[in-house]
C-alpha cells in the first residue's frame, strides 16, 4: 500500500471558520492531489500539485486554497468554511509514468460544517 | 473536454456469477490511460486495472478484466465469480496524457453481491 495519510480523518467545524487538512505522503511521488467526494458526484478535482510550489487548480477550486513547502505535505485549506463543503476529501498521489500513471489515495477526510 | 460516464446506479449479482460494469468516457486524447477503482463501505479508495489506449489486448488482473472497445470508447469492468466481498462501489477514470495530469472520474456504480 502506498504510504499517504490524512490528518485530521474526521472534522466537525462551524460556518465561516477557516480548516485545514494535510496530507503526508512517504512515496516522494510528484503528484498530489486534492478531490472531494459527493453522494451523485463521484471524485471531483478540487486542486492539485506537480512540484514542491507549483500547484493548479481543479473543476472545483472556489473556496479552496493549497500550499505545498514539501514533497511529501500537501497542505488543503477551506478559507471560510461552508455548508456546501461538507464532504469527504482525498488526497492522492502519482508519478508520472505515461499514460500508465496510476493514482493512490489516501484514507479520506470527513468534514461536517454546521 | 474530458468525460466519463456511468450509467447504472446499482447492479445486484449473485454471488459466484459473473457481472458488467459499463463505462464510457469522451476524450480528444489520442493517447490515454483508462482505470477502475473499488470503494467498499470502509471508504478507502483501491486500485484495481489499468487499461492504456494503445494496448492491443484486455487488461486482466485476477478475477477483473476490462472490455476495451475503443471506437466505441467504451471500457467496461468484467468481474468473474463475484464475491460477498466484491460488494462496493466502482468508479472508472480516464486521464488524457497531452491534457494535464488531471483524473476524471465516473459517477459509480453500486455493486450488491447476493448470496
Known amino acids: 500500500d502506498a504510504g499517504i495519510t490524512q490528518s485530521p480523518r474526521h472534522k466537525v467545524t462551524e460556518t465561516g471558520t477557516p480548516v485545514t487538512l494535510r496530507c503526508h505522503q512517504t512515496?516522494?511521488?510528484?503528484?498530489m492531489y486534492w478531490y472531494r467526494q459527493d453522494p451523485g458526484h463521484g471524485l471531483r478535482l478540487i486542486h492539485y500539485?506537480?512540484?514542491?510550489?507549483?500547484?493548479d487548480k481543479g473543476e472545483v477550486s472556489d473556496g479552496y486554497s493549497v500550499s505545498r513547502s514539501k514533497t511529501e505535505d500537501f497542505l488543503l485549506t477551506l478559507e471560510s468554511a461552508t455548508s456546501s463543503q461538507t464532504s469527504v476529501y482525498f488526497c492522492?498521489?502519482?508519478?508520472?509514468?505515461?499514460?500508465?500513471?496510476?493514482?493512490?489515495f489516501g484514507p479520506g477526510t470527513r468534514l461536517l460544517v454546521l | 473536454a474530458q468525460k466519463i460516464t456511468q450509467t447504472q446506479p446499482g447492479m445486484f449479482v449473485q454471488e459466484k456469477e459473473a457481472v458488467t460494469l459499463d463505462c464510457t468516457y469522451d476524450?480528444?486524447?489520442?493517447?490515454?490511460?483508462l482505470f477502475w477503482y473499488k470503494q467498499p463501505s470502509s471508504g478507502e479508495m483501491i486500485f484495481l486495472i489499468y487499461?492504456?489506449?494503445?494496448?492491443?489486448q484486455n487488461a486482466t488482473e485476477g478475477r477483473y478484466s476490462l472490455n476495451f472497445q475503443k471506437a466505441r470508447k467504451s471500457a467496461n469492468l468484467v468481474i468473474s465469480a463475484s464475491q460477498l466481498g466484491d460488494s462496493a462501489m466502482y468508479f472508472c477514470?480516464?486521464?488524457?496524457?497531452?491534457?494535464?495530469?488531471?483524473?476524471?472520474f465516473g459517477t459509480g456504480t453500486s455493486l450488491t453481491v447476493i448470496p
Open positions: 487499461q492504456g489506449s494503445y494496448d492491443e
Open positions: 512515496e516522494n511521488h510528484r503528484y
Open positions: 500539485s506537480y512540484g514542491v510550489k507549483d500547484t
Open positions: 477514470a480516464m486521464r488524457g496524457i497531452f491534457t494535464g495530469n488531471q483524473f476524471y
Open positions: 492522492a498521489i502519482s508519478e508520472p509514468s505515461g499514460a500508465k500513471e496510476t493514482q493512490y
Open positions: 476524450t480528444s486524447d489520442q493517447s490515454y490511460g
